[in-house]
């Protein structure tokens, strides 16, 4: 069955850089657009990013344009999300998902959390 | 921006009774050229990722249950549980997936106990 695996979140420092990644398995990443979505902790869901399953089309929240970059090797089944200048409000679980631009979310993975803290 | 709003914030509901939730969007989700509405319903559970239940406002998700639908069109949506079981108790979120730009706006959640 279809599986997302994102790696380890943790503690960082604001103003300092993560990279998030994403495993895929028991589909051909290739096949499909990505998109990460994070929730604070009590609080609901934000849509963060999408990506083409080519990568050419990367689209963001004005939350995150220009600090967070989304990028795939789907060599690899792999999505990544580089996060930059982290803000303690960035504090958050994070979720890879599966699904396509202008469709719904059909599969998430466990989720990560990460807590932006001096 | 697009709001989606989702009503009520909480309800109990006793067991084997119905349960409704309503959401609704600030535009309309209806795309006319193909007749749907970009709308979906979304279940989580305490430590767990959301999980689809409903998708084009009321076709149902692989393995989910028919107690389970939605119903609704435009801005005004409703997702209903015809019988409530304990193992429903839950988080459930709205979505709307047709604005462009891409937002993917999301309900505040309606969490769902049994009276």
């Known amino acids: 069955q279809v599986q997302l695996a994102e790696s380890e979140g943790g503690v960082v420092q604001p103003g300092r850089s993560l990279r998030l990644s994403c495993v895929a398995s028991?589909?051909?990443?290739?096949?499909?657009?990505m998109h990460w979505v994070r929730q604070t902790p009590g609080k609901g869901l934000n849509w963060l990013t999408f990506?083409?399953?080519?990568?050419?089309?990367?689209d963001y929240a004005d939350s995150v344009k220009g600090r967070f970059t989304v990028s795939r090797d789907n060599s690899k089944n792999t999505l990544y999300l580089q996060m930059n200048s982290l803000r303690p409000e960035d504090t958050a679980v994070y979720y890879c998902?599966?699904?396509?631009?202008?469709?719904?979310?059909?599969?998430w993975g466990h989720g990560t959390m990460v807590t932006v803290s001096s | 921006d697009i709001v989606v709003t989702q009503s009520p914030d909480s309800l109990a509901v006793s067991l084997g009774e119905r349960a409704t939730i309503n959401c609704k969007s600030s535009?309309?989700?209806?795309?006319?050229?193909?007749?749907?509405?970009?709308l979906a319903w979304y279940q989580q559970k305490p430590g767990q990722p959301p999980k689809l239940l409903i998708y084009?406002?009321?076709t149902r998700a692989s393995g989910v249950p028919d107690r389970f639908s939605g119903s609704g069109s435009g801005t005004d949506f409703t997702l209903t549980i015809s019988t409530l079981q304990a193992e429903d108790v839950a988080v459930y979120y709205c979505?709307?997936?047709?604005?462009?730009?891409?937002?993917?706006?999301f309900g505040q959640g309606t969490e769902l106990e049994i009276k």
């Open positions: 998902v599966r699904g396509p631009s202008h469709g719904a979310f059909f599969f």
């Open positions: 028991e589909f051909t990443l290739s096949h499909y657009g």
């Open positions: 990506i083409s399953n080519h990568g050419d089309i990367e």
């Open positions: 535009q309309s989700v209806l795309f006319s050229s193909n007749n749907k509405n970009y």
């Open positions: 084009w406002a009321s």
């Open positions: 979505q709307q997936y047709y604005s462009s730009p891409r937002m993917y706006p």
